[in-house]
């Protein structure tokens, strides 16, 4: 009888066992996705929230980080990543060449790499998410070309500065003022009076408050991005200039559609990208390439124009962006 015991329970242990086994092999563990920013703005945040709604609907396991504007930390980042052997990074990269040597070392160990917002001079990453970053700089050209010709067609001379952001991302920041100027530089008067870099808000407030002072007849300053834009405009306002001087922006934020809404007239019109689709296509892209599922090389996301002349649009961006914050 003891003997029979003792078999039972083996029998019992073996077959427990096996089953455990077979249901270890049947779970696949997920995949694990870095997610690199360079800078903590919102429209950065709102990618990273772009990047979970896509970890969630898909299953994976998303690590974000930020690399600070700074090319060592994101070659430190993509190293750490490719240590804890993750399967993809979705990265916005720093420097078109710069950033290339970290990142061929990921593609070598089989680590598949999928860029956004900031292109790589590399044939390996499987995909690139990206706005037309000429389109958003002729968008807003379009809107300021417009404003021209109906309120200051009677100025003999239009004069019109630019904040953007030469030193940190030169390819993009080019790509954004020339196709903003291209749009306006062949009307009769319009003269370009200083070009200046300033893409953080406060740096953006300085530098623009010492443009105005140094043209008191500025009509018309640009903004290549989010904080250029709102520094732009509070440079305005502190100089008291709100029914002179006129702000035309590139990105679309909470900030940027209130700035459109106020009533003293300083921001006349930005054009945005959609951060949450960027943000969610580079995990989408990263987990098809992953699954064998072919992926487009390249994908350009749309840019949002928004237009003070156009409030209901204004709001409805409101709304879907409070979802992406809150």
Same mark, same amino acid.
């Given at each position: ?11 019992? =242990? ?8 077979? !249901? ?32 969630? %609907? @898909? ?16 070659? /430190?980042?993509?190293?750490? @990543? ?13 420097? /078109?060449? &710069? ?21 790589? %001079? ?5 995909? @690139?998410?990206?706005? #037309? ?12 070309? /417009? ?5 200051? #067609? ?10 953007? =952001?030469? #030193? ?5 920041? %080019?790509?954004?003022?020339?196709? =903003? ?15 200046? +870099? !300033? ?10 408050? +010492? ?19 709102? &520094? ?36 006349? !019109? ?9 943000? @969610? ?33 204004? /709001? ?11």
């Amino acid at each position: 009888m003891k003997k029979l015991c003792l078999v039972l329970v083996l029998l019992l =242990f073996f077959s427990s066992s096996v089953f455990s086994q077979a !249901a270890r092999e049947d779970v696949e563990d997920p995949l694990v996705i870095a997610g690199i920013v360079f800078q903590d703005d919102q429209f950065m945040r709102v990618v990273q929230e772009g990047m979970k709604a896509a970890a969630d %609907d @898909y299953g994976v396991r998303l690590m974000l980080a930020n690399s600070d504007n700074l090319l060592d930390k994101e070659i /430190e980042l993509v190293s750490t @990543y490719m240590a804890r052997g993750v399967d993809a990074i979705a990265i916005t990269p720093l420097s /078109e060449t &710069g950033s290339v040597s970290a990142l061929r070392n990921a593609h070598n160990a089989d680590i598949t790499v999928v860029l956004f917002n900031s292109p790589l %001079d590399a044939d390996f990453p499987v995909s @690139y998410i990206n706005s #037309s970053q000429s389109e958003l700089g002729s968008s807003t050209g379009e809107a300021a070309r /417009e404003y021209i010709q109906t309120e200051l #067609s009677g100025q003999s001379s239009i004069k019109v500065a630019t904040l953007a =952001f030469q #030193s940190l991302l030169p390819e993009i920041s %080019d790509m954004r003022v020339n196709s =903003f100027l291209n749009e306006i530089t062949d009307i009769s008067g319009v003269e370009i009076v200083s070009q200046q +870099d !300033a893409w953080l808000a406060e740096d953006a407030v300085a530098r623009g408050s +010492d443009i105005i002072t140094a043209n008191p007849d500025l009509d018309i300053l640009y903004a290549a991005n989010d904080g250029g834009t709102v &520094g732009a405009v509070q440079a305005v306002r502190n100089a008291g200039k709100e029914d002179q001087i006129k702000v035309f922006g590139i990105d679309a934020s909470e900030q940027i559609a209130d700035f459109l809404l106020a009533p003293d007239g300083v921001l006349m !019109a930005s054009t945005g990208q959609q951060p949450f689709e960027i943000g @969610y296509l580079s995990v989408e892209k990263a987990v098809k390439s992953i699954r064998g599922e072919s992926v487009d090389p390249e994908v350009i996301v749309p840019g949002l124009r928004l237009l003070r002349e156009d409030p209901e649009g204004i /709001e409805e961006f409101k709304v879907n962006w409070s979802q992406w914050t809150d």
